[in-house]
């Protein structure tokens, strides 16, 4: 036979080997899969509750080393039992009722009552592909290299759960590595862990250090702080990132100030929210003032300092007239930082990355409104979620050619 090998790479995971063997003579085929990549840093488990048959379709890459369980049936293909495949998830259970009724013949003249509670799994198993009720598809890998197709992607998959975790000792000798007799350090966790890493200043190109650090905000998400300090000029910095996915919806924000202490309510502004203040006719553009993650007392200054440094706005190529609305509201924005005067604040951020602290959480808070809202086309167009395709790519680029 010939076997036939090829390098490919599997959108939003990683490149893998996919090894082809057919045979002419009696038209056996079969097909495996082998990491391009080396063991992953944590082990991965993909918990999938199937509900529709769309969900069989999904693309499996199920490596050697890893454990698949179906809860529901108390079924489970233990690790190196198989060699890695790409397939489905229909696949994987089409290997398992091959694999089972291989020996069913042997199984009826030794043990007909062991061949026949074999047989009554087998169809619970041919039952599943039907999906007439929903069940739990787990893949868990110590090495990572397995992967469960999310058709969502970049989008938030909510039927998908993909969890990383520290390796055993017991997993790590299964996988061939060294162990540490050293116990496992906390502070090398990536959550109490600040990153450090070299660049030039902004403002004035000297060589400077950027810190960043992976924080959890409670009940919200993860999101990455990066801070910048320059020994030479002082010039000091922050910006925060998103760590999921741009979410289903997007999200829109209003928080009525009514007391001075709502300014200690801690913030996220994503690149993408907008920001208004309906009292004052104001708007912040998405975009503005980049990601933060700060205090909206904090937020506020930050729009006030914006308007007070523009040199456009209240230097000597301003007019008057200008000038003195801008001073204007400038006062009227600390009116409302010092509690004087009370206003609404809106965060209006179609990519739902922004985040506005519930004092009350988690009981609903009396002046927090949040509101959930599907994204215009024009909104999808600016985030460029119009022009990104995760699926049929490559067919269409190859009849385009």
């Given at each position: 036979g010939v076997t036939r090998l090829l390098l490919t790479r599997?959108?939003?995971?990683?490149?893998?080997?996919?090894?082809?063997?057919?045979?002419?003579?009696?038209?056996?085929?079969?097909?495996?899969?082998?990491?391009?990549?080396?063991?992953?840093?944590?082990?991965?488990?993909?918990t999938l509750a199937v509900t529709s048959r769309?969900?069989?379709?999904?693309?499996?890459?199920?490596?050697d080393c890893a454990t698949a369980r179906i809860p529901e049936l108390d079924f489970e293909i233990p690790a190196f039992t198989q060699k890695g495949v790409l397939t489905t998830i229909e696949g994987i259970i089409d290997r398992a009722v091959a694999g089972l009724e291989q020996d069913q013949?042997?199984?009826?003249?030794?043990?007909e009552e062991v061949a026949s509670k074999i047989d009554e799994f087998i169809g619970k198993l041919k039952q599943l592909k039907e999906v007439r009720s929903s069940f739990t598809f787990i893949i868990d890998d110590p090495s990572g290299n397995s992967f469960v197709e999310n058709p969502h992607a970049p989008r938030k998959d909510d039927a998908l759960a993909v969890t990383r975790y520290r390796r055993t000792p017991?997993?790590?000798?299964?996988?061939?590595?060294?162990?540490?007799?050293?116990?496992a350090d906390p502070a090398e966790d990536l959550r109490n862990e600040v990153l450090q890493f070299n660049t030039n200043c902004p403002e004035c190109n000297a060589p400077a250090n950027t810190n960043m650090k992976l924080v959890q905000i409670p009940h919200f998400k993860e999101v990455i702080i990066m801070a910048t300090n320059c020994d030479s000029c002082g010039h000091r910095t922050n910006e925060v990132k998103s760590g999921g996915a741009i979410e289903p919806q997007g999200t829109r924000i209003t928080l009525r100030i009514t007391d001075p202490s709502d300014m200690t309510r801690?913030?996220?502004?994503?690149?993408?929210?907008?920001?208004?203040?309906?009292?004052?006719?104001?708007?912040?553009?998405?975009?503005?003032l980049g990601g933060k993650f700060t205090t909206l007392e904090g937020l506020l200054k930050d729009i006030a300092d914006l308007v007070e440094r523009n040199p456009f706005t209240l230097g000597d190529s301003s007019r008057p007239s200008k000038t003195e609305k801008l001073r204007e509201f400038v006062g009227k924005l600390h009116e409302i930082v010092e509690g004087k005067t009370k206003a609404h604040f809106i965060m209006d951020d179609p990519a739902g990355n922004s985040y506005l602290q519930n004092v009350y959480a988690p009981e609903e808070d009396p002046e927090l409104k949040v509101e959930r809202y599907e994204r215009t086309f024009e909104q999808n167009e600016d985030l460029g979620l119009n022009d990104m395709k995760t699926e049929g790519y490559e067919s269409e680029g190859a009849s385009g050619r």
């Open positions: 599997i959108p939003f995971f990683k490149e893998i080997i996919v090894s082809s063997f057919a045979c002419d003579s009696c038209s056996w085929s079969n097909t495996e899969i082998q990491s391009a990549g080396r063991i992953q840093e944590q082990g991965v488990r993909y769309q969900d069989m379709n999904r693309e499996v890459v199920k490596t013949p042997v199984r009826r003249v030794a043990d017991q997993q790590a000798a299964l996988l061939g590595l060294e162990l540490d007799e050293k116990p801690d913030i996220l502004k994503s690149e993408t929210c907008s920001v208004e203040i309906p009292e004052l006719e104001f708007e912040l553009g998405m975009g503005v």
